[in-house]
């Protein structure tokens, strides 16, 4: 089983790397980190950098293929050799997949039409745009396609690709050896339990990322 974890300048690192940890493990699975050109993607941050080994046209037919989101990925969703890529990828793969707002970029690609879909929650309802129907939940499953709410939610996401390629042990096993065992100190990981002004004031620090798509 071969992924294709696509990857750009100003990623969110956490949307390719949880993704990665996890489908690393499976036995037998090849993990690759593919952009439009092979070498250091810098993250949103700045600080950091992670390196892709290969150019989008040295991997043309992975098993599964996997977004990410981070500010950087906007620009991809007008980038006609970056769409033409996913949607060539997604006509042998076994499974597309995204986290975050990596779904958006496959909505431009033509990928989510007439399916039900996720993102961060701050950018949900833009999945309309591509004739998806948005779903508020962690991971979202229609037919081939899964997409995974905001950053962390990529680790659940390929947890449970890793139980339905290889089966709920490996994937059990997998989550053991990672130690994923969420017990945050705050109950506030989603805009429905967050406190309301809480929600408010991160929307409003992100609002030029929300107008500038």
């Known amino acids: ?92 793969s076994r499974w597309t997949t995204s986290v975050c707002t990596g779904s958006l970029v496959l909505g431009a690609a033509g990928l989510l039409e007439g399916k039900r879909a996720t993102s961060h929650w701050l950018f949900l309802e833009r999945l309309r745009e591509f004739g998806a129907e948005p779903v508020s939940e962690r991971v979202v499953e229609d037919g081939k396609v899964m997409t995974a709410a905001g950053v962390s939610a990529g680790i659940d996401m390929a947890l449970n690709l890793a139980a ?18 969420p017990q945050p100190p705050f109950d506030s990981g989603s805009p429905a339990k967050a406190d309301p002004k809480l929600v408010q004031q991160l929307r409003g620090q992100l609002s030029d990322q929300l107008r500038d798509g």
């Open 1 to 92: 089983m071969r992924t294709a974890i696509l990857i750009f300048e100003g990623l969110t690192v956490l949307d390719a790397v949880g993704p990665y940890e996890v489908l690393r493990s499976v036995p037998g699975w090849e993990v690759s980190f593919v952009a439009p050109e092979a070498g250091v993607q810098r993250a949103d941050s700045g600080a950091l950098g992670l390196v892709a080994d290969y150019s989008l046209e040295e991997v043309t037919d992975p098993d599964i293929v996997l977004v990410g989101g981070g500010a950087g990925n906007r620009p991809l969703m007008e980038d006609e050799r970056v769409l033409e890529w996913l949607r060539s990828a997604d006509s042998t």
């Open 164 to 181: 339905l390629a290889a089966g709920e042990e490996t994937a059990k096993a997998i989550q053991l050896g990672i130690e994923y065992d």
